[in-house]
């Protein structure tokens, strides 16, 4: 445990339980450093068992009351922690570059889509509408009633950890719903306790919001295994997904996840290369690559292989990386050195298999520049496995069929991008990929509050965001009215 004085931001060492800022009751702390020079920014004594029952309960307690307050009152909230959230944004920004990594323009992104979700998240509150459906039996009318779930327990991830903790979070209140939140212990931050700072300054009622931060080596499957949720939403590894999916299964629970991509960037060869490339840089090397929606194979028609190459190498040298509190920086540092060596033995292993070396980039500390493999294989690790890191996997092939079944072979259907000359040819070989979300012309990485985020395959259940968010947090219940007396058989 660090003295006092030694950390950044000492206000930051409490959980936010049942409106309360207080000590978790763990003997463990978690020390939260800048990913960049190591500085301490936080010191956290963790959340025990026992701090997540109370959470739940407090939840529980208060749900009711949250789902009959008017939608008006809901939305209220919402629009107000928006509201906060514009002004607190340069200070909100400061905070993701330094306890993420996060560049100045991946932070600012990150802030500008969490208000976006949650002003689109405050209509909600207005379309938890019934509809009266008519009956066979005379006499009846069927009404059914769309309603909150009840309480929700979140687990979200470091490397967005601001929008996709309230991605969870604004669709749950909105509709009516109570939550529990576990923030990553990377990220206490970014990814919890600032966002119950705001929700409290927005007036939240108590209970409503929890965030606990706690050591998955001493709760186990706490969050997941207790009674009181009645859905789990979960953003992370398809790996912790799909023991969260298992859980949650045993329990006759609804389980919402959003898991790993290994998300392809098709370049066919009537496409416009200057505009591929472009777009192939930003979002393979945004944030480090380190999104669950960033460019992970880049898939190019022999075609035009070599002069994508040429082109892509040369914007990637152009690209900034270092410390990511300058403006001119698009490359910092990655989250820890666990991770910088998982990706360093996958360009090594992949070497070794035949891959290429066209750019060779260089690891100090955190801090990884790009490296670009060329004359990749589907089989090589670097195909493989999501890389979450600076690495440029390019695959050559002979024709878009070829891209296409290239593409399909692997089990995550996250995101994807398709580059032609013409949109409806780019839309037609889109189709044919099987992912959740692909885009024609532009880059993998894109999140907007009105339309359906989430994965097929192994890339995880549900959809996020837009009226599909809706569906996430609520349930359905038909009630039956018998107006007139009925005559039975009998």
């Not at 936080?42 to 949250?66: G, H, R, T």
């Not at 900034?320 to 490359?331: C, H, S, W």
């Not at 540092?333 to 750019?359: F, K, V």
């Not at 044919?432 to 024609?440: A, D, N, R």
Request: glycine letters at 8%; aromatic letters at 8%; hydrophobic letters at 40%.
């Amino acid at each position: 445990m660090s003295t006092l004085s030694t950390v950044k931001f000492p206000f930051w060492s409490k959980q936010w339980i049942g409106g309360t800022w207080k000590e978790g009751a763990s003997s463990r702390y978690e020390t939260v450093t800048n990913p960049f020079n190591q500085e301490i920014l936080a010191e956290i004594k963790l959340a025990s068992k026992e701090d997540i029952d109370q959470a739940y309960q407090f939840a529980k307690q208060v749900q009711p009351s949250w789902a009959n307050a008017s939608a008006y009152e809901r939305a209220g909230v919402l629009e107000r922690a928006a509201e906060i959230l514009v002004q607190r944004k340069e200070e909100i920004v400061n905070y993701l570059v330094q306890e993420t990594g996060s560049s100045q323009l991946k932070a600012s992104i990150e802030v500008d889509t969490s208000i976006g979700d949650l002003k689109y998240a405050a209509q909600y509150s207005f379309r938890l509408s019934g509809t009266i459906l008519p009956s066979l039996i005379p006499g009846k009318e069927n009404r059914v009633y769309r309603k909150p779930v009840g309480v929700i327990g979140a687990i979200t991830p470091w490397n967005w950890p601001f929008y996709l903790s309230i991605r969870v979070i604004a669709p749950a209140i909105a509709t009516g719903n109570s939550i529990v939140l576990k923030a990553d212990s990377q990220t206490p931050i970014t990814g919890g306790l600032l966002i119950a700072q705001i929700f409290e300054q927005a007036g939240l009622p108590k209970g409503v919001l929890s965030v606990v931060v706690a050591d998955v080596q001493e709760i186990g499957d706490y969050m997941v295994e207790h009674t009181i949720p009645s859905v789990i939403s979960f953003t992370g590894s398809t790996a912790a997904g799909r023991r969260i999916g298992e859980i949650a299964g045993r329990t006759l629970r609804k389980a919402a996840l959003e898991l790993g991509g290994n998300n392809v960037f098709i370049v066919l060869d009537d496409a416009n290369i200057d505009q591929a490339v472009a777009a192939a840089t930003f979002g393979k090397f945004l944030h480090q690559g380190q999104i669950c929606i960033a460019t992970n194979r880049i898939i190019v028609c022999r075609s035009v292989y070599e002069e994508f190459i040429t082109k892509f190498k040369e914007s990637t040298m152009k690209v900034k990386v270092g410390d990511p509190a300058d403006p001119e920086t698009l490359i910092g540092p990655l989250i820890n050195q666990r991770q910088a060596q998982r990706i360093m033995d996958l360009i090594q292993q992949s070497l070794r298999e035949g891959a290429t070396l066209e750019l060779e980039g260089k690891l100090e500390g955190n801090l990884m520049s790009p490296f670009i493999l060329t004359d990749v294989t589907n089989d090589m690790a670097i195909a493989k496995q999501e890389i979450f890191g600076p690495v440029a996997a390019i695959i050559p092939v002979d024709n878009e069929d070829e891209a296409i079944r290239i593409a399909n072979d692997c089990d995550a259907g996250l995101s994807g991008a398709v580059f032609s000359g013409s949109i409806e040819h780019g839309v037609h070989v889109a189709q044919q990929v099987v992912t959740g979300m692909i885009h024609v012309n532009d880059q993998t990485v894109n999140v907007e509050p009105n339309v359906p985020f989430g994965g097929e395959k192994s890339s995880g259940i549900g959809r996020y965001c837009g009226e599909w968010g809706i569906e996430e947090f609520t349930t359905l219940q038909w009630i039956s009215v018998q107006k007139e007396d009925r005559q039975y058989p009998i």
